[in-house]
């Protein structure tokens, strides 16, 4: 099992930036698909961003793929060192509230936001990001 926990949530201006981070294990971080995702209240569950290995399995270099709600404003990272997975979030939006979700999976087919959230076999409990 591995145990996803999810910070750097806050109260932001329209136009400033975060920086969410998901703490996992330096393994899962090394090797799985990760993902965020995210939920405003009324709406369903969306994918924001993906990042898995170019190379199944194979550490050190990193795909990353964005929905286009928010390509160009946010940027997806790991650092296996640490064991984290990283949301950099810049030029938010009011539409960009909502609580954010990071998730993993060693085996996740595709590898992709596009997947439902259920697919996903580690889930985080949230950090809520408001924008205003």
């Known amino acids: 099992h591995v145990q996803l926990v999810e910070s750097g949530g806050a109260s932001v201006q329209a136009g400033g930036s975060l920086r969410l981070s998901c703490a996992a294990s330096?393994?899962?971080?090394?090797?799985?698909?990760m993902a965020w995702y995210r939920q405003a209240p009324g709406n369903d569950r969306e994918g924001v961003a993906t990042?898995?290995?170019?190379?199944?399995?194979?550490?050190?270099?990193?795909?990353?793929d964005y929905a286009d709600s928010v390509k160009g404003r946010f940027s997806i990272s790991r650092d296996s060192a640490t064991g984290t997975m990283s949301l950099e979030m810049n030029n938010l939006q009011p539409e960009d509230t909502a609580m954010y979700f990071c998730?993993?999976?060693?085996?996740?087919?595709?590898?992709?936001?596009?997947?439902?959230?259920?697919?996903?076999?580690?889930r985080g409990q949230g950090t809520q990001v408001t924008v205003s």
């Open positions: 998730v993993a999976d060693p085996a996740q087919r595709p590898c992709s936001w596009r997947s439902a959230y259920s697919d996903w076999k580690f």
């Open positions: 330096a393994y899962a971080v090394s090797v799985y698909c």
């Open positions: 990042t898995r290995p170019i190379k199944p399995g194979v550490p050190g270099k990193y795909y990353a």
